[in-house]
């Protein structure tokens, strides 16, 4: 049985109200913006996604200021950890694999059908009626995978999360579409379990997400 755990900070910006100046720093603005200030939030909108190895606790040294952080394992302790941060208008959002206890053996040859959930979340300059700016905005589903192991292929699709991975012993790595977004895909396979992580960026967020399917 899968356990997912989240923790949640908002950080509130200080500062006054500028939406009757003429010229608006985006640092110094309180509360829901004005368009205007919308305009200017977006315009100095930084947005970084990476991998990162987590600490001990699931946290990443590597980040900014915190504003929601979790991880998700199974009971054998295999899963990945992800944080988003925020300063001012510069968005981090890092995730990076936990110490896998046991993926089970490589097979040489033959297929695998292996099923699970995965999970990804999104921050950065708003998106009509789906998120404000600076909201994260988490996503969930199932998935179903086939695994290869003459070939190193790991592959699936639902829709929202597409995977296309290869492997090199146990090592993953490929590509990852997320409502179409290309993001780079890393992780680690055995005979019994894979664990992937991925994380990209466009124009508008930063996302990072991951899965742990089985047998």
Known sequence: MARFCILAGITILAGCDNSTSTEIDPL????????????????????????????????F???LTTIVKGSYRDDAGNGYAFELGRDGTAFSALVGLLPETDLGTM??????????????IEIG????????????VATSGRLTL????????????DGTLNIDGVFN???LSGAAYVNARAAELSGRIGGEHAVGIFSGTDDASAFVGGFLVDR
Not at 32 to 57: C, G, I, S, W
Not at 146 to 157: K, M, N, P, S, V
């Open 28 to 59: 110094q603005i309180n509360g829901d913006p004005t368009p205007e200030q919308l305009v200017a939030l977006e315009a100095a909108t930084t947005l970084r996604a990476a991998f990162a190895t987590p600490n001990p606790d699931g946290t």
């Open 61 to 63: 040294s590597d980040s």
């Open 107 to 120: 097979p040489e040859t033959g297929i695998a059908t292996m099923r699970g959930e995965y999970r990804f």
């Open 125 to 136: 300059k708003s998106d009509g009626d789906v998120r404000d700016f600076g909201e994260p």
């Open 146 to 157: 086939r695994a290869d192991f003459e070939f190193g292929t790991l592959q699936g699709r």
């Open 169 to 171: 012993g146990q090592t």
